[in-house]
Nanobody, 118 residues
Framework: QVQLVESGGGLVQPGGSLRLSCAAS????????MGWYRQAPGKQRELVAE???????NYVDSVKGRFTISGDNAKNTVALQMNSLKPEDTAVYYC????????????WGQGTQVTVSS
């Protein structure tokens, strides 16, 4: 069973930065996309950023210009650089790796807490 292991969450003041990292416990061949989701208390989980196997990226509007996603498809690692953090970025962040096909595969990390507060 593949596990996604996340690291890098924590407490940061508004305007600060954090970097989240995620790595798979064993190789996932040719994933179609890797990304980060978040879920704040009382809200639905939302896509924050994703990167496809072709290298294209997609961000939710609220983080554009502040967050940057990067990934290595061959190593199954994905990172999220978060700058200019705001209190509304506070949430549990989840790593996701997805592979389409006859037998779709969809893997989730355990989640890492990001708290933006003064």
């Amino acid at each position: 069973q593949v596990q996604l292991v996340e690291s890098g969450g924590g407490l940061v003041q508004p305007g600060g930065s954090l970097r989240l990292s995620c790595a798979a416990s064993r190789r996932i061949l040719r994933p179609n996309s890797m990304g980060w989701y978040r879920q704040a208390p009382g809200k639905q989980r939302e896509l924050v950023a994703e990167i496809t196997s072709a290298g294209s990226t997609n961000y939710v509007d609220s983080v554009k210009g502040r967050f940057t996603i990067s990934g290595d498809n061959a190593k199954n690692t994905v990172a999220l650089q978060m700058n200019s953090l705001k209190p509304e970025d506070t949430a549990v962040y989840y790593c996701n790796v997805r592979k389409l096909g006859v037998v779709p595969q969809n893997y989730w990390g355990q989640g890492t807490q990001v708290t933006v507060s003064s």
